[in-house]
């Protein structure tokens, strides 16, 4: 059974930074990427930023050029680094996974519980 664990949510004033941090647990057999969803409160679910297991990324626009995705493929784990952070930022952040488990066919879609991200002076 696989699980996902995120940590690094919090309070930031605007202009600051924060990091999250995502491990998927269980047995994995393959990685294919790894990433990071919000979620306002009122809006759609949406991406923030992915990353494959070769390293190739996609980010939202509204977090180009602030926003740094990173993948540990020995660790399966993904790490957001966000700077320069704006009250519009405010979200629950959710990790997500596209890997196949042991015992399974095919690609499965897995999520963490969220993470509470607050930019707010």
């Known amino acids: 059974q696989v699980q996902l664990v995120e940590s690094g949510g919090g309070l930031v004033q605007p202009g600051g930074s924060l990091r999250l941090s995502c491990a998927a647990s269980?047995?994995?057999?393959?990685?294919?990427?790894m990433g990071w969803y919000r979620q306002a409160p009122g809006k759609q679910r949406e991406l923030v930023a992915r990353?494959?297991?070769?390293?190739?990324?996609n980010y939202a626009d509204s977090v180009k050029g602030r926003f740094d995705v990173s993948i540990d493929n020995a660790k399966n784990t993904v790490s957001l680094q966000m700077n320069s952070l704006k009250p519009e930022d405010t979200a629950v952040h959710y990790c997500?996974?596209?890997?196949?488990?042991?015992?399974?066919?095919?690609?499965?879609?897995?999520w963490g519980q969220g993470t509470q991200v607050t930019v707010s002076s």
């Open positions: 269980g047995t994995i057999v393959s990685l294919y990427a």
């Open positions: 990353i494959t297991s070769g390293g190739s990324t």
């Open positions: 997500n996974a596209e890997l196949t488990p042991y015992g399974t066919v095919g690609v499965g879609y897995y």
